[in-house]
């Protein structure tokens, strides 16, 4: 382009004319060069945002451990099976609902899932649940029940009783026999109803 200015005149149109393109061409490589540099500005500060982010989510659910009582079967869900049970919910697990109150001094947890026979034998192993006579309900010779022993723990009575969510069954809960462990200040029941291969667990520490 410099080749071809200098052999043309100053003063003649063409001169003005070719200089004129070659002004508008070195623009627009400027403009092209600082779009792709603004672009890759962008692209790194996105990236960077993302990583605050999830940093940020992992910090939070860390400290407050997100429980989903609504939606079954989330990520957080079956985080909180792994952490309370100490293994991966395997592909048997479905329906995992779990809920918290951590109101006060004191905390209540609440699951519930379908599984198989096997993941309920896993568990009961898994945090030593046995079958727990202080927590039991005794029947008749035809079934019906005639006495129910409770810890003398109000506190434990109300967690059971009460119905946090639509998917605690209190009624069958009162009517069996738990699987229970007691370790410390942390008490934890399961009940297993094997007709709907259906699993309650309620754990709380006081």
Known sequence: MELVLSLLPMGNPAFRFVKTIFLLFLYGLTLLSC??????????IDSATVVVKEKKNL?????????DADT????????????????????????LYCYADRM??????????????????KIKNKLQLKWDQQFSVVRNMEGKIIDTMYYKS??????????PTRWWDTAF??????????QGHINSYLWHDSKKK????????L
């Not at 910090?59 to 451990?65: A, H, L, M, R, S």
């Not at 079954?72 to 329906?95: G, S």
């Not at 006060?104 to 034998?121: H, L, Q």
């Open 35 to 44: 779009n792709r540099i603004k672009r890759k500005g962008h692209a790194i």
């Open 104 to 121: 006060g001094i004191d905390a209540s947890y609440w699951f519930s899932f379908i599984c198989a026979d096997s993941t309920v034998e």
């Open 198 to 205: 259906k699993v309650y667990f309620f754990s709380f520490d």
């Open 173 to 182: 809960i009162n009517n069996h026999t738990a699987y229970g462990k007691v």
């Open 59 to 67: 910090v939070v659910e860390k400290i407050f451990p997100h429980f």
């Open 72 to 95: 079954p079967d989330t990520k957080y869900n079956q985080q909180r099976f792994l952490e309370f049970f100490e293994f991966a919910p395997t592909t048997d697990v479905k329906k």
């Open 154 to 163: 109000n506190y434990l009575q109300g967690g059971l009783n009460s119905s």
